[in-house]
């Protein structure tokens, strides 16, 4: 899609005052950037697979971009090669993030985030320890 409509879908997603109208314009926008962001995230993804897949990442990519619009952190935002720069670094770091997740679980991570607090089973171990 030419760089003009890009940006003529950039202004109608910032001008929408609807709820649909917001929808109608950043699905718009993802079906012109889908394909390319699952791309770049496939070629940082592990081989093998994660916990995320490719559309896990362009997801992520995607809804952090959105709101960004929304909040206005991308006012300045001009031209679809601006958007399709940011959306690419975006899905590259997001990509990034859930490889170093992946390792992280594979040197003893439990496959969840864990919370603050400690679980009970934590809790048992610790003081078997000796830790309060």
């Known amino acids: 899609m030419a760089d003009s409509s890009i940006t003529q879908i950039l202004t109608e997603l910032r ?12 699905a718009k926008l993802y079906r012109c950037y889908r394909g390319p962001v699952e791309q770049i995230a ?3 993804l592990l081989p093998g697979g994660g916990l995320a897949d ?6 992520s990519a995607f809804r952090s971009f959105f709101d960004r619009i929304e909040t206005g952190q991308l006012d300045a935002l ?12 975006l ?12 390792n992280a679980l594979c040197r003893g991570g439990e496959g969840t985030r864990r ?10 171990k610790s003081t078997q320890l000796g830790r309060p």
Do not use: C, H, M
Request: hydrophobic share 35%; aromatic share 4%.
């Open 115 to 124: 919370s603050a607090e400690p679980s009970t089973d934590e809790s048992a």
């Open 42 to 44: 496939r070629g940082r």
């Open 54 to 59: 490719e559309e896990d990442v362009a997801q």
């Open 91 to 102: 899905t590259r770091n997001k990509a990034i993030d859930s490889v170093r997740y992946d």
């Open 78 to 89: 001009v031209t679809g090669g601006q958007a399709w720069a940011i959306l690419a670094r």
């Open 15 to 26: 001008q929408a005052v609807t709820e649909d109208e917001r929808q109608a314009a950043a």
